[in-house]
């Protein structure tokens, strides 16, 4: 018997019946193939399974009995034929994103898949122009003068870049031996003037970074309670010699602002550059810019946030607290986030919640909490750091243990530091202890709820964490599913008002 291939078909040369038994069976599985996919019925995909120890984030609700928000079960239902479906209204605000060209590729193509393609006006900026797509970055750096560049040894980064954008050639390979971060810091002010240049009527002008992850419903929430007609700089705050907005987290400032600290100076750039050399960073930069012109910072923290699901200390300070934003996420994180708050949009404006849209029920730092966190607890963690930092033990002689020195403190604190479950029993012997971890001869206790992730044994000494599940009880009792509504505060430069 002998087969012969023409084209796409197969053709049997070895006697009538042979050929009459093939082309039968050939006919019953095109006619099944053709009712099978005319009655195909598109479904949204599972998830993607992830190792335990992993620390990614991973749905964990469906113990969530009760909870607000609680996930199906089953595959969950994906908004994925209309992402922005639901999606707010971002005509009056102009987002700005800020990346490198050697990071570009691997965080903003994520943004273009998830938020970034619902929001109505974005503009993208980095240090090498170049084309993503329909999206076009913008060199932010191309306007520094010659003297500025010539003092700082950063711009041999910037000058490699040039080389490779003129060659075609990837950016990404310079990550090794050049830092992106000293460069940075110039890109701030040009990013101000530059915007200004290009959309001047935005009542709010938000600017982020590539690792910043965004909640536009509880964004434009926040924003319709304040009003852009007065001078407004809000943001998370850092300290140096002056009060700042965290860059990474995001900060927001108001059309009346810009046109304050930019429109009314067009030789902004020209003013500060020669002084960025002497900061440290370019978030700072902007604070002194705005406060030259008597615009403080306004604190949206916890609200405006600097951490992320598995790094955030969960605690009554935010709880019931809307996300904004988060920090450091990556382009899964970004993904597992967004499509988390795809499902809820899907389940029909949140499916047992006593809201009944997203204005209303604004994503909560508690749905993060009970939809990634909660599952992956457990009593006892081997080679998992989950980020205890409020008290320390280990044995220092010089160290100061709030007050006391080492040989001042209770047996049990010292014998903390011999071993896990020495760490455990101090924790369990604390009212305020929630967690607790060990490594080397050192304890660490903590108050806030924290997943933190995998630690691997360093010469053969292990981290290991845990936490206490009766504490977590009663901290969930107390807070309940925030039936008192979410939590918007912020702090004005003069007073608490919210």
Known sequence: MSLKLAGNSMLLTSGSRGRATLLTAAAFVITLWLILRSNVIETAPWPTSTSSNA?????????????????????????????????????????????????????????????????????????????????????????????????????????????????????????????????????????????????????????????????????????????????????????????????????????????????DHPDIQEKYDETVHGFCCGDRMIAKVLLDEQIKLTKAWPMLNGEKPFTVPFNDKNWCAPILTMHHMTAQEVSQVWNFQQERKAQGNYVGSFYASATEDPLLWMDIYNHFVHNALQPTREDWSNLSNDMTYTPDPERDFHGKKWNELTDMERASAESPENCKKLCESDAECIQWEHHDKECKTGRSIKLGGTKKAVDNSRWVSGWRFDKIGEFRAKMGNCTGGPEWKWTTPDNWFR
Request: glycine fraction near 8%; hydrophobic fraction near 35%; proline fraction near 4%.
């Open 55 to 263: 620390p990614v984030l991973i749905s964990t609700s469906s113990s969530n009995a009760g909870d607000k928000n609680k996930s199906s079960d089953h595959a969950p239902a994906q908004n994925t034929k209309e992402p922005c479906a639901g999606f707010p209204d971002t005509s009056d605000i102009l987002l700005i994103m800020k990346t490198g060209a050697t990071e570009a590729y691997d965080k903003l193509p994520i943004h273009f898949m998830t938020t970034v393609q619902c929001v109505k006006d974005v503009i993208l900026f980095s240090d090498m122009e170049m084309q993503m797509g329909k999206y076009h970055l913008i060199d932010s750096l191309d306007g520094i003068a010659d003297s500025v560049k010539h003092d700082d040894e950063a711009f041999l980064l910037y000058d490699k870049l040039k080389e490779v954008e003129r060659l075609g050639e990837d950016p990404r390979p310079l990550k090794e031996g050049y830092s992106g971060w000293n460069l940075d810091k110039y890109k701030f002010l040009p990013m101000m003037k530059k915007t200004w240049e290009y959309r001047q009527d935005a009542k709010w002008y938000f600017f982020v970074e590539a690792d910043t992850g965004m909640n536009w419903d509880n964004i434009m929430t926040f924003l319709k309670k304040l009003d852009s007609s007065k001078s407004m700089y809000i943001g998370s705050p850092t300290y140096l010699d002056i009060e700042f907005a965290h860059g990474g987290t995001g900060y927001i400032i108001s059309g009346a602002a810009m046109k304050k600290a930019v429109g």
